[in-house]
Structures are given as structure tokens and as C-alpha cells.
């Protein structure tokens, strides 16, 4: 990857670094609150996996190869889905096994990659993309229902657009290290700027719908108050 991406662009990695751990304070800040549920620990929990992640692929693309660092992805994108499915699943009876599912899909995914060889060969692909379809659809999806079904209002979009963004950055950062995509010289700077323009969707998502992170108060605690 050359670094002719042009001036600001190159420091996009740094701006996708800044967004991400803006959003992990903006998730610590609410998930810190005296009446929490399930999807505030959710959405902490992604947003502290997801700090790690972009710290290591925003410094080097290469490792978006790196079997475990893709175990690490996938947990991101399916904690963040998880607490979009626990808001509206208040029953709790799709949640936890949503969450059961795709745990079993990251640690197969992890100890095929672990194994290597025909381990590897067979397992790991499937495994991925068997537990990535599943979130992606929660995180493009839900928020768009909740939007149109629950009033989130129309900023509920960031996220599925930030989503798609960070797919689209994970998928040049592959295909430009396994060399089946040729970007030139401006490779960089492309990935890093769609690294921070869907950290900056997701941060705008957050903080424009005060709804995914309100604390939770019942009224008996209200009155106590």
C-alpha cells in the first residue's frame, strides 16, 4: 500500500481510532448508570472489543487476516447485534440463543484457525460466515425497524450505514493483502477512511438516538427518588 493517498486522508486511520474510543466513552458513560439492562452491557462490551479491533487494523491492514483478530471482529458484530436484539426482544426468547449461536460459531471459528490444515480448510470459512450473516442482518435490520415500528426516529440509519461501511472496509482490507484487488497506491487511504467514516456512523448513531442508551427507571425506583 502506497502513502500518495493524499495529505488528510492518510491520518484517517487516526480519526477511525478517535471515533471508536469516542464511542466506547459514550457507551461507558450511559452503561455506568444506576438502571442499566441486558443491551447497555451488550453495546459496552462491543464497543470495548471493537476499540481493540480498530486500534489493530487501522495501524495495519494486514491484519485483518489474522485469524484471531477476525475472531475478535466477529465478537464486535455480534455483541453490538446482540444488544439491538435484546431491545427489542424484551421477552427474552430469541436473545439467548442468538447469543449461545454465535458464541459457538466464534470459538469454532478461533480453534479451526488454531489448528490450521484441513482443520482450518473446512471449518473456518463456514464458521465465519455462519456467524456473520446472522449479526449482519440483526445490525442492518433492527434499527431500521425500530425506526419505522418504534419512532427511534431517522438517525436510527447511521448504524446500518456505519455497518455497512466497516464491511466494506474489511473487505478491501482482505482483498487488497491477498492481492485480489488492486487499489494502487491509494489503497490506504481508501480503507482508512472507510474505517473512520463507519466508526463516525456508528458514534453518530449512539448519541443522535438517546433511546438505545436511556437508563432504565421504574417508576417504584422513580418514586424513590
Known amino acids: 500500500m502506497g502513502s500518495s493517498g493524499g495529505g488528510f486522508l492518510q491520518y484517517m486511520d487516526s480519526m477511525a481510532m478517535a471515533f471508536g474510543f469516542l ?19 451488550a453495546f459496552l462490551a462491543g464497543s470495548m472489543v471493537s476499540l481493540v479491533v480498530v486500534f489493530l487494523v487501522g495501524r495495519k491492514a494486514e491484519l485483518a487476516l489474522d485469524p484471531f483478530v477476525g475472531a475478535m471482529a466477529l465478537l464486535m458484530g455480534v455483541l453490538y447485534a446482540m444488544g439491538f436484539l435484546a431491545l427489542i426482544d424484551e421477552a427474552r426468547r430469541i ?3 442468538f447469543a449461545a449461536y454465535s458464541m459457538v460459531g466464534i470459538l469454532g471459528y478461533a480453534l479451526a484457525a488454531h489448528y490450521g490444515d484441513v482443520t482450518a480448510s473446512v471449518w473456518q470459512m463456514p464458521l465465519m460466515w455462519a456467524t456473520l450473516i446472522p449479526s449482519g442482518i440483526v445490525l442492518l435490520g433492527v434499527p431500521v425497524w425500530l425506526m419505522t415500528r418504534k419512532g427511534y426516529g431517522v438517525h436510527a440509519l447511521w448504524m446500518p450505514l456505519g455497518t455497512i461501511l466497516l464491511y466494506a472496509a474489511f473487505y478491501y ?8 484487488i488492486l487499489l494502487g497506491d491509494n489503497a490506504a487511504s481508501l480503507i482508512n477512511t472507510l474505517l473512520a467514516a463507519g466508526y463516525f456512523g456508528h458514534l453518530l448513531s449512539f448519541v443522535l438516538v438517546p433511546g438505545w442508551l436511556a437508563a432504565d427507571r421504574p417508576a417504584a425506583a422513580e418514586q424513590e427518588a
Open 95 to 97: 436473545t439467548p440463543y
Open 23 to 41: 464511542l466506547f466513552l459514550w457507551v461507558l458513560h450511559h452503561a455506568c448508570g444506576r438502571y442499566i439492562k441486558l443491551h447497555h452491557g
Open 173 to 180: 482490507m482482505v482483498g487488497t493483502t491477498n492481492e485480489t
